[in-house]
């Protein structure tokens, strides 16, 4: 099992940037896919950015491609949203998810992801 905290949230105007953190607890991180989504106020939880077990292989939504940058580093067990000129209608809870070894299906799904954080606010002013 792992438990994953999430930092970096903020308020920013357009154009801005902000980096997001996702620490895990345990020694087994690196076992994990990892990914983050979105929520807005009303809104289905959307997929963002993807990342495999070694970080050699990433995977973005449409939305956030050439703007967003997944990255980790298996020593700190953490992983990273990269977040630059962003937009208002990236205004949402942002929420990174852990995929267990093995666990097949669509990833830009939640339900192929075993555990979440508590998520971190993002806000982008116009």
């Known amino acids: 099992q792992v438990q994953l905290v999430e930092s970096g949230g903020g308020l920013v105007q357009a154009g801005g940037s902000l980096r997001l953190s996702c620490t895990a607890s345990?020694?087994?991180?690196?076992?994990?896919?990892m990914g983050w989504f979105r929520q807005a106020p009303g809104k289905e939880r959307e997929f963002v950015a993807h990342?495999?077990?070694?970080?050699?292989?990433?995977y973005y939504a449409d939305s956030v491609k050439g703007r967003f940058a997944i990255s980790r580093d298996n020593a700190k067990n953490t992983v990273y949203l990269q977040m630059n000129n962003l937009k208002p209608e990236d205004t949402a809870d942002y929420f990174c998810?852990?995929?267990?070894?093995?666990?097949?299906?669509?990833?830009?799904?939640?339900?192929?992801?075993?555990?979440w954080g508590q998520g971190t606010q993002v806000t982008v002013s116009s």
């Open positions: 998810a852990a995929k267990t070894y093995g666990r097949v299906g669509d990833l830009s799904s939640p339900n192929v992801y075993d555990y």
């Open positions: 345990g020694r087994t991180f690196s076992t994990y896919a």
């Open positions: 990342i495999n077990r070694s970080g050699g292989w990433t």
